[in-house]
């Protein structure tokens, strides 16, 4: 199933723009519901679709990849290398709640391969969004 959400007024290129991959759809609920107060100031994407990432960055010229690790169509991994490869300037984050391993050591592999912070699941919300305004406020 393919769900692509868009949370924005209008385009405004002094806003961040962000995208929100997971396969999971409760995780892109809340997400969604956590980040609405946040509509001034980013401009949020996200998507169920792990194979629709690199379509996605390179359309809504995304400032910061917030990835799950473990998807069926692609994984977190493959899409932190297509982007570091395609498009070096995206900051990334990566989210997971871990599979047959820990999340710990797929959040690890991540950081290793260019992921610039990790959160293991489940996270608080302001965590979460204090990791976003962390990367968003630094010039890489």
Not at 60 to 80: A, F, Q, V, Y
Not at 111 to 134: H, M, N, T, V
């Amino acid at each position: 199933m393919r769900y692509i959400v868009e949370l924005k007024a209008h385009t405004n290129p002094m806003k961040k723009r962000i995208l929100i991959v997971d396969d999971e759809q409760g995780v892109l609920n809340s997400l969604q519901r956590a980040l609405k107060p946040f509509n001034n100031e980013y401009e949020i994407y996200m998507t169920s679709n792990s194979a629709d990432v690199k379509k996605l960055i390179a359309e809504k010229n995304i400032d910061l990849l917030i990835t799950d690790i473990l998807m069926p169509e692609k994984d977190g991994i493959e899409i932190i290398n297509e982007t570091q490869e395609n498009n070096p300037s995206v900051k990334i984050m990566t989210i997971s709640g871990g599979g047959l391993i820990e999340a710990d050591t797929y959040l690890d592999i991540a950081l290793e391969i260019g992921s610039l912070y990790s959160l293991k699941k489940p996270f608080s919300i302001d965590e979460f969004i204090s990791a976003i305004r962390q990367l968003l406020s630094t010039d890489e």
